[in-house]
């Protein structure tokens, strides 16, 4: 079955940057995007951006223009999320999310805590 | 960015009962795009309604999703003990895509 596997907890210092990983499994990984959401204690769910597993291309939210960069390895079927100059307020769960071809995301990773302190 | 809103905040309801969520969007959505996720607590969110009123694999036919242009609707027919959890409305039409702030379902 289609699995999304997150790297675990971290814990940063303001100002530093953050790489979490998305392992991805059960189906072919260049035919979908994936998205990256994250929700900070007792907020809303909040887009980042999405990469396309085929081609690369990705975007990005403006609110994380020029701090979050989302990459991909084709051959480990693995995405990856960096954000960069991590302020208090970045403390969040940062999540990975399958595109279902439609725009909305039928499987979700589990989840990784990132905190900033 | 497209906001929603949803209402109401809080939902107390017994078992058995039916439930009513509401997501408003500050512009007109196309209905393709406006999907409804589950979140338990310490869990992901699962998506259970697409594209306004699709439901999503294994979701049980109690869920049924309706709207168009900025109102769209949830509705649980009658509640079971499963169901009393988190839900989040999304709007994928527009980038950035935006999400509601959540409806908490509780029992009663």
Not at chain 1, 27 to 46: C, D, I, K, N
Not at chain 1, 53 to 75: H, K
Not at chain 2, 12 to 31: H, I, Q, Y
Request: hydrophobic fraction near 30%; glycine fraction near 10%; charge should be neutral.
């Amino acid at each position: 079955q289609v699995q999304l596997v997150q790297s675990g907890a971290d814990v940063k210092k303001p100002g530093a940057s953050v790489k979490v990983s998305c392992k991805t499994s059960g189906y072919t990984f260049s035919s979908y995007a994936l998205h990256w959401v994250r929700q900070a204690p007792g907020q809303r769910l909040e887009w980042m951006g999405w990469i396309n597993g085929g081609n690369g291309d990705t975007q990005y939210s403006p609110r994380f223009q020029g701090r979050v960069t989302i990459t991909r390895d084709t051959s480990a079927s693995t995405a990856y999320m960096e954000l960069t100059s991590l302020r208090s307020e970045d403390t969040a769960v940062y999540y990975c999310a399958k595109d279902s071809h439609f725009g909305d995301y039928d499987v979700w990773g589990q989840g990784t805590l990132v905190t900033v302190s | 960015e497209i906001m929603l809103t949803q209402s109401p905040g809080t939902l107390s309801l017994s078992p058995g009962e039916r439930a009513t969520l509401s997501c408003r969007a500050s512009e007109s959505v196309d209905s393709s795009y406006i999907a409804w996720y589950q979140q338990k607590p310490g869990q992901a969110p699962r998506l259970f309604i697409s594209a306004t009123s699709s439901r999503a694999a294994g979701i049980p036919d109690r869920f049924s999703g309706s709207g168009s242009g900025t109102d769209f609707t949830l509705t649980i027919s009658r509640l079971e003990p499963e169901d009393f959890a988190v839900y989040y409305c999304h709007q994928y039409d527009y980038s950035p895509a935006t999400f509601g702030q959540g409806t908490k379902v509780e029992i009663k």
